[in-house]
């Protein structure tokens, strides 16, 4: 909807409403151009735009990831349906259209991708995902500065800190296999936690991150979510970062993890759970220096293609992939 029509990164187009286009397709990209919910800065409504153009590489539908050894463009079928028409003025339509689309997607059998947008499209996103399987099966795993549990907020129910309650209320995600990854910070405040223990959430402050050890957490996470539940929704607000590597985004919280955290928490995750489903959201480009924002969604996308690229070739047999591996030893 907003700036050059472009494609993620060059790949090849699709058409959400020809389910024929993406036949056969492992991952659908989706753009939800909406920040009709924020409460701080809007802007993120041109997170799609930039999270697909951000990089300084040709636009030639190609990254061989250096770390993983694939080209995950190549070795899996990703396709761009471009961005759900969203109207800012038109919260309740919005929402909906975007769900529509996420469970199109899904119930083909490919992975949506969403770009946002703001958070308020994880209530779309997810619920729409969780959708094309059975009820109750699908876990969230949901990286943050905040827990986005908050009831109504300038007489509304629909917002950027509200989608993970609604999300609980409408069934679609249990509340006891929802896991949060890098709260902080000054809100919510204590009734909020209330609910979100009452509702048997697992959320993991900074403070315990920093104690134990973010693999140790995403480990426990892991486990939790899996059981009882088939496969995740990874939800990536990039506001989870640190401001000094995530700048443009509409509410930034000092004390986050660092970039190469969230890119290593990312791959983990990709590589090692069934996903389902994905976003990158709250990447708002007006308050973003020197493109610094962009350029980590981006490479938070490429790195989640490349671990489930990478999952599937190891899958197929042969040598499996270890980090520990110098580079030019091949495989």
Not at 54 to 69: E, K, N, T
Not at 139 to 150: L, N, Q, V
Not at 291 to 299: Q, V
Request: glycine fraction near 12%; hydrophobic fraction near 40%; charge should be negative.
């Amino acid at each position: 909807m907003f700036g050059p029509d472009i494609t993620f990164l060059g790949v090849d187009r699709c058409d959400v409403n020809d389910s024929a286009s993406y036949a056969g397709a492992d991952v659908v990209i989706i753009g939800a151009p909406f920040d009709g919910g924020t409460s701080n800065r809007p802007g993120a409504r041109f997170g799609p735009m930039a999270l697909r153009q951000a990089c300084y590489l040709p636009h030639d539908g190609s990254r061989p990831s250096l770390a993983l050894r694939v080209d995950a463009l190549r070795d899996l079928r990703v396709l761009d349906a471009g961005d759900v028409e969203c109207y800012s003025g038109d919260v309740e339509g919005s929402l909906a259209a975007i769900e529509e689309a996420v469970h199109r997607v899904a119930s083909s059998g490919a992975i949506p991708l969403v770009l946002g947008g703001d958070h308020t499209v994880a209530l779309p996103d997810a619920r729409g995902t969780a959708r094309a399987y059975a009820a109750g099966r699908t876990s969230m795993i949901h990286f943050d500065a905040h827990a986005d549990t908050g009831d109504i907020t300038f007489g509304h129910l629909y917002g950027h800190g509200q989608p993970m309650r609604r999300l609980i209320e409408s069934g679609a995600i249990r509340g006891d296999r929802f896991l949060q990854i890098g709260l902080r910070g000054y809100w919510p405040e204590p009734e909020t936690l209330g609910w979100m223990a009452q509702q048997n959430m697992r959320s993991y402050e900074m403070t315990e991150i920093v104690a134990r050890g973010l693999d140790e957490c995403l480990t426990e996470s892991f486990r939790i979510a899996l059981d009882e539940c088939d496969q995740i929704f990874l939800s990536v607000d990039i506001d989870v970062c640190d401001p000094g590597h995530a700048p443009g985004t509409g509410t930034p919280e000092p004390g986050g993890l660092t970039a190469r955290q969230l890119l290593d928490a990312v791959r983990r995750i990709c590589y090692e759970m069934p996903v389902a489903g994905m976003e990158v959201v709250e990447v708002a480009p007006p308050y973003d220096h020197a493109d610094i924002t962009a350029f980590l969604g981006n490479r938070v996308i490429l790195e989640a293609l490349s671990a489930m690229a990478r999952r599937r070739k190891d899958d197929e047999g042969g040598p499996r992939w270890d980090p520990r591996q110098p580079l030019l030893d091949g495989r």
